[in-house]
């Protein structure tokens, strides 16, 4: 039970420890007002967390003993009828300004109002926690406090900046308690009132805003004069001193360590009017003066102030006669010191106070535009420091520069014309005439194109290159990338001469070409600045055009000639319009439509090009590299020489010649080119005619077995004997029904008996012999599905002549015969079936070994349980 005492007194402490109190605070100690002024006294209650207004009532009491109902902020008649008529005037009310805070206001306090004013709240709740109202004391005095201007009020005080000024104020209080005054100086502007100067209650100077750096350098003070006057001294006025200034006094009571103002009143002393200082600049409206000499502006300064002030006179320069200072340019400035702060060519100096000069050397057109004198006046203060009192802008002053353009004329001629296409132009541009051949005048040039067209098409002129003053050449778009190449070529010969030069002219470059020469001046910046441009007279390009002719004929001086002979063509060449012309051979050969190998095929033989290099082109035949020969036999003249002839060799056969014109240095162009006459190769012989036909003992064969075929050659005419005549066989296939594919080679076999096979992606095995004289035969071992299509053999005869010389003969083709590819279904199917089979036996046998024991197992579990049956009956019937 000992240990048990302490926990209820340990429960009550907590209890108390969470829970608040409400307090009732009015202010501490002694409220002191005096007489006709207001009272405010606030209240409030402290830990009040309540979502609601918390209701307030005010009682009096003279002596602290009995207390009158005052006002309430919740009971409408809860004050005394002692008050009702000021509530109802207005000079007492409350004013809430918090949920949990009211503020007791009462105007016009007369000394029956002191005494003792108490602020309580009325409880709700079911225990009392705290204080629920707080009381304090107000004493009411009696108006002691005196405030008057001395001397007494001005209606206004006129003065100009920097000018000294001084405005007093009398106050004094009779009070019998121990007060203390303060004094504060303002000054209104309008609805606007800014504090000056401040003496405190505690003797302490508190400078307003704004006026903190004045009241620390002594330009600004308050001191006393004897025991109750105010001075306010300003040494040097500004603008912003301009204003209505009033003396307001307070007066102040330490109640307890506290400081309370107990009364406040203000006085209006004098309207101080600032007088601006008068500032006019004045300079000349209009000046022109020549390039290269000296401009003097003069800026004369009228004012009416005599006093120590120092002007800071500042130059602008702009291209407009705006004055706002971000587009002004500054040129010189002297400060307020006589310092100078300009550049080499620029001086400002002053003959008087009042008269302040601008001097440009060497001007030029750079200096045209508007001239601005601006000057400040500056005006010292007590403690050396400076304040601007003045400023003025002059009015613009338009300055022109008259400079001497140079003098010159402009001639164009051409040295160069061209007569035909192709041929070179050279124009050069003069500068005659010069009047004005300074150093610092430059001349460059322009060139330009004009294409010659009808009178009324509107033509328009092409830039062709442009010369800037710093000599930096610029190309126009139709010319740039010729330029680049070395086609036109612009250069400067002499100071005053120009060229331009097309080394190939061509029929796009007929037209009408002038030259525009530009002089350029030299500025103090050493830049350049075109000045003037003078243009020449056009010069036409123009030559007669006339197609270039090229006639090639060609001749056979043999014009009969059997196999194994030389075949000899020569080609003479004749040309129109052509300069300098230079011409390359080549000898083509057209096919007859009785060779079927390549029917109306024209093919290249030898070539000999402008410089006169042979090159083969399409002779292909190994036997004979050196079988033909293509020479120049003249400029113009050309032979073709074919040795040892054949069958094969006949045809079509032509020269193709191209003229070639120089361009220059090494470069041709091609000018014309034209076909010779044809030259016919018909050999008339009487030998044997070969037939070839392909025969197949197969047409459709089983897959796996082997195809034969059979090609033939029949022969009609003369007999040859075997030894005389060999062949070349090719064969070929296409694998399609019809002969809509490309042949694919299968197999050859060439006049030594040399066999040449192609690789194939399938199975199948070629073999191809000679079994007889005019027999061969070609056999497809293993055939596949992708054998089957139209086959065909292409023979090409060889005979010898009587000279011992083989002739090619023309090649032959067989007519294809197909052949089809079937599948055996019995071999197809054979293998599947006897796995089938196989499968399906020993898989019924499985399921009949399974049948068999899943049933003999079943019978032998069945047997089991019905004999469990039986003895389970057995033993009910027993029991």
């Known amino acids: 039970m000992g240990r048990l005492a302490p926990r209820p007194l340990l429960l009550a402490l907590l209890a108390l420890a969470l829970c608040r109190g409400r307090v009732v605070r009015v202010p501490t100690g002694t409220l002191v007002r005096v007489v006709d002024t207001e009272l405010v006294i606030p209240c409030n209650v402290s830990d009040y967390d309540g979502p609601s207004e918390q209701n307030f009532d005010w009682t009096f009491s003279s002596s602290g003993n009995v207390f009158v109902e005052l006002a309430s902020t919740w009971e409408v008649g809860f004050p005394a009828q002692l008050y009702r008529e000021r509530l109802q005037r207005g000079e007492i009310l409350l004013r809430r300004t918090a949920n949990d805070a009211v503020e007791l206001h009462m105007r016009n306090v007369q000394p029956s109002d002191q005494g003792y004013y108490k602020c309580s709240t009325p409880s709700t709740d079911a225990t009392v926690q705290g204080n629920y109202e707080d009381t304090v004391q ?11 201007a001395s001397p007494q009020p001005s209606p206004a005080l006129s003065l100009r900046e920097a000018e000294p000024f001084e405005l007093r104020c009398a106050a004094s209080s009779t009070s019998q308690l121990h007060t203390h005054l303060s004094v504060l100086w303002e000054v209104h502007r309008g609805a606007a009132r800014r504090s000056v100067l401040a003496l405190t209650h505690e003797s302490r100077l508190r400078p307003g805003p704004g006026y903190e750096q004045r009241c620390h350098g002594g330009d600004v003070r308050l001191d006393t004069v004897g025991s109750d006057v105010y001075r306010l001294s300003v040494s040097r006025a500004v603008s912003a001193d301009q204003g209505l200034y009033r003396c307001v006094v307070s007066e102040w009571i330490s109640d307890q360590g506290a400081w309370q103002e107990i009364q406040e009143k203000a006085v209006d002393v004098a309207t101080v009017v600032i007088q601006p200082t008068v500032l006019r600049t004045i300079v000349a409206r209009n000046v022109s003066v020549a390039e290269g000499k000296e401009l003097d502006l003069s800026c004369n300064i009228t004012t009416d102030r005599t006093d120590d002030i120092r002007p800071e006179v500042t130059w602008y320069f702009s291209r407009t006669p705006d004055s706002t200072l971000p587009g002004l340019h500054v040129l010189a400035r002297m400060d307020r010191d006589s310092l100078v702060h300009s550049s080499s060519h620029i001086a400002l100096s002053h003959t008087d106070p009042r008269s302040y000069h601008l001097l440009l050397r060497d001007v030029s057109k750079e200096n045209v535009g508007y001239y601005f004198c601006h000057v400040a006046l500056w005006a010292p203060r007590h403690n050396r420091s ?8 002059s009015a613009p002053t338009g300055v022109d520069v008259t400079w001497l353009e140079p003098d010159y004329q402009v001639y164009l001629n051409a040295s160069k014309l061209p007569e035909l296409s192709d041929d070179p132009t050279e124009l050069e541009c003069h500068v005659v005439d010069t009047k004005r051949p300074e150093a610092n005048v430059r001349f460059t040039v322009s060139w330009y194109y004009k294409r010659s067209r009808r009178s009324d098409d509107v033509v328009t002129s092409e830039l062709l290159a442009v010369m800037n003053g710093d000599w930096t050449l610029k190309y126009g778009e139709r010319s740039k990338q010729r330029a680049e190449d070395g086609q036109l070529i612009f250069s400067k010969e002499h100071v005053d001469t120009f060229r331009f030069r097309i080394q190939r002219t061509t029929e796009e470059d007929r037209g009408n070409y002038y030259c525009v020469v530009s002089a350029w001046s030299k500025q103090r910046n050493n830049s350049w600045v075109k000045s003037k441009d003078v243009l020449s007279k056009p010069v036409t390009v123009f030559w007669a055009s006339e197609d270039s002719v090229l006639v090639v004929k060609a001749r056979q001086p043999k014009p009969f000639f059997a196999a194994g002979n030389t075949f000899e063509m020569t080609c003479k060449v004749s040309s129109k319009n052509i300069k300098s012309p230079r011409y390359s051979v080549l000898i083509t050969a057209e096919k007859p439509m009785g060779d079927l190998s390549s029917p109306n095929e024209t093919k290249h033989i030898i070539s000999l ?40 060799d006949a045809g079509l056969y032509r020269c193709l010649v191209t003229a070639w014109s120089p361009v220059g240095g090494s470069l041709w162009r091609a000018a014309a080119t034209s076909l010779s006459n044809p030259i016919e190769i018909d050999f008339q012989t009487s030998g044997p005619v070969f037939n070839v036909s392909v025969h197949s003992a197969t047409p459709s064969v089983i897959r796996g077995d082997l195809i034969k075929l059979f090609c033939i ?3 009609e005419g003369a007999a040859l004997d075997p030894d005389d005549m060999a062949f070349d066989v090719s064969w070929f296939v296409v694998h399609s029904f019809g002969l809509d594919k490309a042949p694919v080679f299968l197999s050859s076999l060439d006049r030594k008996g040399i066999v040449n096979s192609a690789q194939q992606d399938w199975k199948s095995d070629l073999s191809l012999e000679r079994v007889g004289v005019l027999e061969f035969w070609l056999r497809v071992h293993g055939s596949e599905d992708q054998d089957f299509g139209n086959y065909y053999c292409s023979v090409t005869p060889w005979v010898k002549s009587p000279t011992g010389a083989w002739q090619k003969e023309a090649e032959l083709h067989a007519k294809p015969v197909f052949i089809t590819v079937k599948m055996d279904v019995l071999n197809a199917f054979k293998y599947p079936l006897l796995i089938g089979v196989g499968l399906s036996t020993v898989i019924g046998l499985l399921s009949c070994l399974i049948g068999y024991c899943s049933s003999h197992w079943w019978c032998k579990k069945e047997v089991r349980e019905t004999r469990r049956e039986r003895r389970r009956l057995m033993s009910m019937e027993m029991d």
């Open 138 to 148: 107000v004493k009411v005095l009696a108006d002691a406090l005196h405030v008057s």
């Open 386 to 393: 400076w304040h601007k009192v003045a400023e003025a802008m």
């Open 609 to 648: 090009d402008q410089d006169s290099v042979v090159k083969l082109e399409n002779w292909t035949d190994a036997s004979r590299v050196d079988g033909v020969v293509l020479e120049k036999v003249q400029e113009d003249e050309f032979r073709y020489r074919m040795y040892q002839t054949q069958v094969s």
């Open 713 to 715: 050659i029949t022969l």
